[in-house]
């Protein structure tokens, strides 16, 4: 029981937020603890943890605002993006590893859905935290084309770095599952499933009539 890790409804937008923490060294992060601080900061107070650091998957408002008071409860910084609008006590590059205790938290910039977002992976359980880049059987919205390029190569480049058996949890309830993995949406997202950049831009420009035609939410 060494290996703590919580998936916590939030409130918003069917948001999720993640307390991951290494019950031994008695340590643990707070992952977008939106609109509830109040209870991820209780969930790692009954364990007997210490926050050591708030992160952001990315800096958009429904992922940010609760912040300030994660942060007034626990003293823990914050720890994003180099981009991120929340000007960063720890900031975070492609690439760069944070601890908790003995678990090893590694970064990857995987801009599209924003430019500052980062996906979380700790391979030594296999957890692989997507934020609002990939969702059960979605991906997350862009504003425009040249922004959707981009999160194809990010999505690409989680294909290519990530195995199969890494388990998918993403900041918003807006699948079929809470949680998947890498194996399942390679093998059933649609947006996965894209032959080429061509096809991806072609069906998040047409996602608004496929979710219409197949019930989808």
């Known amino acids: ?96 590893e944070l601890s908790v205790g003995t678990l090893g938290l590694k970064f990857l910039h995987t801009p599209g859905h924003s430019a500052d977002h980062l996906v979380i992976y700790e391979p030594s359980y296999g957890i692989l935290l997507t934020g609002d880049l990939l969702f059960v059987g979605k991906v997350g919205g862009t504003s425009n084309d040249d922004d959707a390029r981009v999160e194809w190569s990010s999505l690409q480049r989680l294909l290519e770095a990530i195995p199969d058996e890494a388990t998918v949890w993403p900041g918003h309830d807006y699948g079929a599952r809470p949680s998947s993995t890498i194996g399942i949406e390679r093998k059933t997202n649609p947006f996965l499933l894209c032959a080429d950049l061509a096809a991806f831009l072609q069906l998040k420009n047409d996602w608004s009539s496929v979710k219409k035609r197949h019930g989808l939410r």
């Open 1 to 96: 029981m060494q290996f703590i890790f919580e998936q916590i409804r939030s409130g918003g937008d069917r948001n999720f937020g993640y307390l991951l923490a290494d019950r031994n060294a008695k340590q643990g992060v707070l992952i977008d603890p939106s609109y509830s601080p109040d209870v991820f900061v209780q969930r790692a107070l009954e364990q007997g943890l210490k926050v050591t650091h708030v992160i952001n998957t990315h800096g958009h408002p429904d992922h940010i605002n609760g912040n300030a008071r994660a942060v007034e409860l626990t003293g823990a910084p914050v720890a994003a993006h180099t981009y991120s609008p929340t000007a960063p006590d720890v900031p975070l590059g492609d690439g760069q």
